[in-house]
């Protein structure tokens, strides 16, 4: 159910006017995803299943802190350019975390670490 959540926000980013980003990090669909992840992540201590909670708390927290990053970027006119490549890279980057773990999640396997 939280991968499904983390996929809506990704879908709402590319069919609407919202950057995948955006809807990633500020939607509401990802927002109860990671309450649900700090809810119910004793849950799955000792389980295949920690790891991703683990994976979709970083995926969230790390898509923030560069969500910030383009931010910081767009207060400068020379840094527009570099900000708007930084939010479609983290898109991308999104669309692959959420993607991959569900795929492995499916398959019965732990996330990595990293």
Do not use: C
């Amino acid at each position: 159910m939280i991968y499904g959540l983390h996929a809506f926000s990704v879908l709402t980013g590319i069919i609407t006017s919202v950057t995948v980003v955006g809807a990633f990090v500020f939607g509401w669909p990802s927002i109860i995803a990671v309450i649900l992840n700090y809810v119910k992540r004793g849950d799955a201590n000792g389980t295949f299943l920690e790891s991703h909670f683990a994976w979709q708390v970083r995926t969230f927290w790390i898509a923030f802190a560069w969500t910030v990053a383009s931010w910081v970027l767009i207060l400068t006119l020379v840094g527009i350019p570099l900000a708007w490549l930084l939010i479609l890279g983290v898109s991308i980057w999104i669309a692959y975390r959420v993607i991959r773990g569900w795929l492995a999640l499916v398959e019965g396997k732990a996330m990595p670490r990293a």
